[in-house]
C-alpha cells in the first residue's frame, strides 16, 4: 500500500507542477533518464514523439509549458499495478498565443523506478490540439 501511496503523491506532484507551469520541478518528478512519450503521427502533429533525459525533458516541458496552459485537472480515475501507474484525467487547455480553449480528456500510463517516474506515455486528443494550434 506505501508503494501505491508513494507513487500517486508523485503523480500528484508532477502534475501540480505541470498545472503551476513549473518545468523544474516536474523534471524533478523523472528518473535521469526518464522518457517521455506523447503518443501520436508526427507528420500530422509535430509535438508528438519521445524525449528521454532531464535535459530533453526540461527543454520539452518548458516549451510545451510555454505554448500550453493547463487549468482545472479533475482526475477521473486512478489504477495502480506493480511499478505502473494510469491516470484519466479531464483538464482545461489554454494555447497560449492565441488564447484558444479546450475541455479534454488524457491518459497518462507512468511506468517507476527508484521512486521516480522512468516512462510517462501520453494519450491526447491530437486531433483537438493540432485544431487549436491551426
Known sequence: ???REEMLAVVRRAYAARDNDDAESLVAAFHPKGLFT???DKNALELTGSVEGHPSLRGAFSKLIEDFGFEGREILAELVDGDRV????RVDVRYRPTGKAVSTEILDLFR???GKIVELIEF????QVKMMIS
Not at 494510469?86 to 484525467?89: E, G, K, L, N, T
Not at 491526447?124 to 486531433?127: E, G, H, I, N, S
Open 124 to 127: 491526447a486528443d491530437t486531433a
Open 86 to 89: 494510469a491516470i484519466h484525467s
Open 1 to 3: 500500500m506505501a508503494q
Open 112 to 114: 517507476f523506478q527508484d
Open 38 to 40: 506523447l503518443m501520436g
